[in-house]
């Protein structure tokens, strides 16, 4: 027993903080060793053929994955950003971001997560996974980062083309295109200007048509006009509430802000309370 | 791929302590449903870590002290071994294991091949 244990206890709990300090500067210092030998690796990069992306997002956007490794592996190896633009367009610093990519990596190759297109009874939720980061993508793009806005427009164009029997990739794709083609409108002077004052001139007509044409395409009814192929394969299915239910909840509506008709911003609301954050800007 | 399917219980202990005769019968079915399954190679219930002994050697001397390594909340109630093609597989087994909805859970961690 020491003399005094009170002076005792407070220097031995002095030391243990010390070591701790000490401790914890050399684990800084070596994570950094080993985010640099990370981010060699993550040059290693292997080809991925055009008929294989619809497999490659759905690994990509792996619910098994943490959200914001899907968004970067998804612009990764589909948007074809290299790591240091995805780092910046999500201000975290390179090493971070190509930590989190290689982590991702690892963790799909050791946990044997699979490379292919969800059997049927996966498929809802593993293309709601797969929407939900196009659109985050499309989000983080939305008040500046027109590139990612870009990126995710692209993104739903490829799912579309690849799923041309999911009315939700087409619902998202309109709901993107309808929102970016008001871009231009959107700020003057620095500020927002709301649906109703905006100067339709500077509306992006050619991509208001291309948003229109994907919601009636996400509009068909279920198996109109599918091929018995696909209808077998993917499309028999529980429909569920998603981006497209939120646009298609006001056609008329939308219609008429698309032909100039309706003034109103609030229209939408209704849709944007249901379910999607609708941009009335 | 082998993957160590372990299932954490704590409230769903007592929840399962809740369940009526019956219930608790059906509970426990369902893990020797999952035991007797295609590709479950081991498995086994777990005493409470009440009953843990935790062991260190130092300096050649075995070092014991009573309870778990990991003092923690959830503990691990059992595991499965289970052989699988893929991910996907692992989590549709964890899915049917009733820790899972009487609000436990399950860490499904693949093992290293060598």
């Known amino acids: ?281 | 791929m082998q993957y160590l399917i372990q299932i954490y219980s704590n409230d769903s202990m007592s929840r399962y302590e809740g369940l009526s005769e019956e219930e608790k019968e059906a509970v426990m079915g369902e893990y020797f449903a999952i035991s007797g399954a295609p590709g479950v190679t081991g498995g086994a219930q777990l005493q409470p870590p009440t009953t843990a002994t935790t062991v260190r050697v130092e300096d050649g001397r075995t070092l014991t002290t009573d309870g778990p390594f990991l003092e923690t909340k959830e503990a691990l109630g059992g595991y499965y071994l289970y052989e699988a093609d893929d991910l996907d597989a692992a989590i549709e087994l964890a899915a049917r294991i009733p820790a899972a909805r009487l609000g436990g859970a399950i860490e499904v961690r693949p093992l290293v091949e060598r």
């Open chain 1, 1 to 281: 027993m020491p003399a005094d244990p009170g002076r005792w206890l407070v220097a031995t709990a002095r030391n243990r903080a010390i070591d701790r300090i000490r401790r914890e500067r050399t684990l800084a210092a070596k994570s950094k060793l080993l985010e640099v030998s990370e981010a060699v690796e993550d040059e290693i990069e292997e080809p991925v053929f055009g008929d294989e992306r619809l497999e490659l997002i759905f690994t990509c956007c792996h619910p098994a994955l943490a959200m914001d490794a899907q968004v970067a592996l998804t612009l990764r190896a589909l948007g074809g950003l290299r790591t240091d633009e995805i780092a910046r367009a999500f201000l975290v610093p390179e090493p971070t971001m190509a930590q989190r990519l290689v982590r991702a990596k690892r963790k799909i190759k050791a946990a044997a997560i699979p490379f292919r297109i969800p059997p049927p009874h996966l498929l809802p939720d593993r293309l709601a996974a797969v929407l939900a980061v196009v659109y985050l993508i499309f989000n983080e793009g939305y008040d500046g980062r027109a590139d990612l806005a870009e990126q995710a427009i692209r993104l739903g164009g490829s799912l579309a083309e690849l799923m041309p029997d999911e009315p939700e990739v087409y619902g998202l794709l309109a709901l993107m295109l309808l929102h970016d083609s008001r871009r231009a409108a959107r700020v003057r002077n620095g500020e927002l200007v709301l649906f109703k004052d905006q100067d339709r001139a500077l509306w992006d007509w050619p991509q208001v048509q291309g948003g229109r044409a994907a919601l009636e395409r996400g509009l068909i009814p279920s198996g109109a006009s599918w091929s018995a192929a696909s209808r077998s394969s993917t499309s028999r299915r529980s429909r569920r509430p998603g981006a497209l239910v939120a646009v298609a909840a006001a056609p008329p509506r939308l219609d008429e802000q698309i032909v100039g008709a309706g003034d109103d911003a609030q229209v939408l609301t209704g849709a944007a309370d249901r379910q999607q954050p609708l941009n009335l800007l």
